[in-house]
């Protein structure tokens, strides 16, 4: 059987081109200035084994919007393993779903660099999903500008902090701590603690406030008996806890506090703050984070379980005073990569903007829907056929409302192969776009996205 993520909208392009987009309805906002700029894995060439959807190498989509005018370019992130195939001359990787014993010594899979983009000190982070190095990209040219040199590895889903510059990040591998870590807005380090874990983990995000940082230890974690035959595969332990580890962000991992929830995985938060002597935390959790294999999937099958995502928004309390935590489920609609305004990261915040997950065989967008204090307020479908990316929220030039801004997404129909970018006026998304462009080839879909402000924006 053929991979499905290798076929149809997760095909891969062959081609980096430049172009200007035709606008095909509406008009492109006069008040919006700086780049979408979207990652997603492009496997530049075929591995050995079997193909994951996370292997691919990265490659960037990006519009830049000023005076009116799109500009649409993509590229390859040139990272030092895509830079070591090239010369190869053939693939030196295998997939997630291999055993590592065939990867170059010392790095059992591949930095691609392709989960995810964020914008820092001026420059587009490109970061692993299991973690890896800071690839650094132009956010105008999508030049690849080489590895950030601090830390040595960071997870993708580092935050910036749009008030003081800086980068907070985390780190795990196959060993019973994680690392936190806090760098200034150019990457030098700042501080770097390491927290210990009843066992190797997998989070795959964090958040932050004014004062405090927050990680997750969530009962995901890596069968010991697939390590033996050096391959990637984990189970969810629904028995176990969800812990959130809280500490002050120059604090020492000997000193967080960890708060007990109920089982769950979380790919994504979408903001955390201050209340008095609480933290909040919001983002979307997922009851059941591994699925139930498909035989009909043959030998992808636990792959694709794993792939078919479920999660819904969620808000934990976790009480500084008490000690307690308490959490509350907001909505069953299952939306996922939430967006927010970047100025509001890590301070009380309204707004979110996710996509919607349709039940289909493989992972795909069909949808935007915007919360508003934790209340779907608004919500619009792409349509029959056609299926989105991650939406980033991009505020107005002169905002001083938290949503007055636009989303920008890619979005393909999947019936005609084409490609088109959406904007859509933040405030009213039930009436669809405000801007439909064509984009002169395929945008296959991908990961996560961000919106980097011509003015500089979130440091
Ligand atoms: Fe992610």
């Known amino acids: 059987m053929e991979d499905p993520y290798l076929l149809g909208p997760y ?17 492109v906002p006069r008040d919006l200035h700086g780049t979408y700029v979207r990652n997603g894995p492009n496997p530049k060439r075929a591995a050995e084994g079997l193909h994951h959807w996370f292997d691919g190498d990265a490659m960037l989509h990006a519009v830049h ?12 992130v040139r990272t030092p393993a895509l830079a070591a195939e090239d010369e190869a001359g053939h693939a030196l ?37 299991i973690g890896g190095v800071a690839h650094r990209v132009d ?53 770097q603690t390491s927290v210990a874990l009843p066992g190797p983990r997998l989070p795959h995000d964090m958040a932050f406030t004014e004062r405090y940082a927050i990680l997750m230890d969530l009962p995901v974690w890596p069968r010991p008996e697939a390590a033996i035959e050096r391959k990637w595969m984990v189970d969810f332990h629904r028995d176990t806890p969800a812990r959130f580890g809280i500490l002050p962000r120059r604090g020492d991992g000997a000193d967080v506090r960890w708060f007990e929830a109920d089982p769950c995985y979380v790919y994504h938060a979408v ?31 636990t792959a694709m379980a794993n792939l078919r995502l479920r999660a819904h928004l969620h808000r934990w309390r976790f009480d500084l005073a008490t000690g307690a935590c308490t959490e509350e489920a907001l909505d069953d609609l299952n939306a996922e990569f939430p967006t927010m305004n970047a100025d509001f990261a890590g301070r009380r915040s309204r707004f979110g903007y996710h ?15 915007k919360y508003d204090d934790g209340r779907r307020v608004a919500r619009h479908a792409f349509g029959d056929g056609v299926y989105g990316s ?6 107005r030039v002169g905002a001083t409302e938290e949503d007055d801004g636009y989303l920008l997404t890619f979005v393909q129909d999947t019936r005609a192969g084409a490609s088109e970018l959406w904007i859509y006026d933040a405030r ?3 009436r669809g776009p405000i801007t439909k462009a064509r984009v002169p080839a395929r945008v296959p879909a991908g990961f996560h996205a961000t919106w980097a402000p011509a003015t500089g924006g979130a440091s």
């Open 11 to 27: 095909a891969p392009v062959d081609e980096e081109i430049d172009a200007t987009l035709t606008v095909v309805a509406g008009e």
């Open 355 to 369: 996509v919607t997950i349709p039940d289909t065989r493989t992972l795909r967008f069909d949808g935007v829907v």
């Open 65 to 76: 919007v000023e005076d009116g005018q799109l500009r649409y370019k993509n590229r390859y």
């Open 428 to 430: 009213a998304i039930e």
């Open 390 to 395: 991650e939406a980033p929220f991009a505020p």
């Open 139 to 191: 956010p105008r040219s999508l030049e690849t500008l080489g590895a950030r040199a601090t830390p040595a590895r960071m997870s993708a889903h580092a935050k910036a902090d749009p008030v003081t510059g800086e980068l907070l990040y985390f780190d795990y591998g196959p060993r019973p701590t994680m690392t936190y870590g806090v760098t200034d807005a150019s990457g030098a380090p700042l501080h």
């Open 271 to 301: 903001n955390a703050w201050e209340d008095g002597d609480a933290v909040v935390l919001v983002g979307c959790r997922c009851d059941d984070p591994i699925g139930t294999p498909d035989p009909a999937d043959g030998r992808l099958a």
């Open 93 to 129: 990787w295998r997939g997630l779903m291999e055993s590592w014993s065939h990867n170059p010594k010392g790095q059992p899979y591949k930095d691609t660099g392709n989960t995810d983009v964020l914008l820092h000190g001026g420059e587009l982070l490109t970061l692993h999903y």
